[in-house]
């Protein structure tokens, strides 16, 4: 069962949300490995997008190793699900390093920061 979601209003384009939102779905365990993913028409209708934003998606998880092709039968989720975590689970780190960069040269007190993050944790 996968949860693809876009948000026509954001400004982030929707290939990358979609990419995102896949990925999320494999990283919380909604797509299992070998799942398939929606076909690019049925997808497209349901999100009603153009067809070739799926496609430029798809082809960007494919590039990332997330999912795989089959010609002529679709794209699937990829086996190497803890490799996507793990990858996953870099990108995040490697961002709240870069902000806790920001947030120190901006005059942000290490104890403010964690504090920050305990009150998000909740």
Do not use: C
Not at 22 to 47: C, I, T, W, Y
Not at 81 to 90: F, I, M, W
């Amino acid at each position: 069962m996968y949860r693809i979601i876009v948000d026509v209003k954001s400004r982030k384009p929707i290939y990358e949300q979609l990419v995102d939102s896949v990925k999320a779905s494999v990283v919380n365990g909604f797509m299992k490995p070998d799942e398939p993913l929606p076909s690019v028409r049925q997808l497209a209708g349901e999100l009603a997008i153009n067809p070739n934003t799926i496609q430029k998606a798809y082809a960007e998880l494919e590039r990332q190793g997330i999912v795989y092709s089959v010609p002529g039968k679709g794209s699937f989720v990829s086996s190497n699900v803890k490799e996507v975590k793990d990858a996953h689970k870099n990108e995040i780190l490697a961002r709240i390093e870069e902000l806790a960069v920001q947030a120190r040269d901006g005059g942000v007190s290490k104890e403010e920061i964690i504090a920050a993050i305990n009150k998000s944790w909740r």
